[in-house]
């Protein structure tokens, strides 16, 4: 079984900076995708991206998160973290990390799969 946990809720005002992390574990083999989502807007039902980390470490931003929130990566590159930079209160929201993986099972083989993580509320706000 593949788990994310993410760490980081927190509340700031406008202006201000947060950091997520988000943690992988279980039998990974390979990480093919990883990074944050969150709903487009309040009323929004789908999740959109927000920062991801694709194939070779190719790196993907939305067009309101380009320039303030970066995606450095753990040293054991099972680890994400969210820099959020300039919050505005637009982007309070629901930030899910989410992977896409190859894992091993226990007869040996590997499968892909993806999962998610809990889910963390950042709230800017005056």
């Known amino acids: 079984q593949v788990q994310l946990v993410e760490s980081g809720v927190g509340s700031v005002q406008p202006g201000g900076s947060l950091r997520l992390s988000c943690a992988a574990s279980g039998s990974i083999i390979s990480i093919n995708h990883i990074g944050w989502y969150r709903h487009a807007s309040v009323k929004a039902r789908g999740l959109v991206a927000v920062s991801t980390i694709g194939v070779g470490g190719r790196t993907d931003y939305a067009d309101s998160a380009k320039g303030r929130f970066p995606i450095p990566r753990g040293d054991a590159k099972r680890t994400v973290y969210l820099q959020m930079n300039s919050l505005e209160p637009e982007d309070t929201a629901t930030y899910y990390c989410?992977?896409?993986?190859?894992?091993?099972?226990?007869?040996?083989?590997?499968?892909?799969?993806?999962?998610w993580g809990q889910g963390t509320q950042v709230t800017v706000s005056r």
């Open positions: 989410y992977c896409f993986v190859q894992a091993g099972t226990s007869r040996g083989g590997s499968h892909w799969n993806d999962c």
